[in-house]
């Protein structure tokens, strides 16, 4: 349930930029796209947004698909910002 899910900083996120060890943000939701890429229409052009927020490229590049819906078993947590110090 959403009271489970972790609040990850962009400099948690980042770590997550391989291949094999994929999450990337979409509209304040991050998500492991990495058992998505080998379904996914574009390609590896998804990894684009690897470790990153993709919410600007995505709504660029198709914003008519539904990534609540596709990657909702994917969802990690959700994006915030990162604590200061
Ligand atoms: C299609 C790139 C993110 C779902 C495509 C295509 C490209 C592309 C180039 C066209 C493939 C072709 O027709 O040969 C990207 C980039 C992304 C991204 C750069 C980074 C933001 C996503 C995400 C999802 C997704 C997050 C869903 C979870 C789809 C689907 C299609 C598609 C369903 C085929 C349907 C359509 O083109 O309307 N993508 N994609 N993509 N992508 Fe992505």
Redesign the pocket.
């Known amino acids: 349930g959403v009271t489970s899910l972790t609040r990850i900083p962009p400099s948690v996120l980042r770590l997550h930029n391989k291949r094999d060890d994929a999450w990337?943000a979409?509209n304040g939701k991050v998500y492991n796209?990495t058992p998505?890429l080998d379904f996914?229409?574009?390609g590896e052009?998804?990894m684009?947004?690897a470790g990153r927020d993709?919410t600007k490229?995505?709504s660029l590049?198709?914003a008519?698909?539904n990534?609540d819906f596709?990657?909702d078993a994917c969802l990690v947590g959700f994006l915030v910002a990162e604590p200061s110090s």
């Open positions: 990337a979409f796209i998505y996914h229409p574009g052009e998804l684009r947004v993709g490229l995505f590049t198709h008519w698909v990534v596709m990657l």
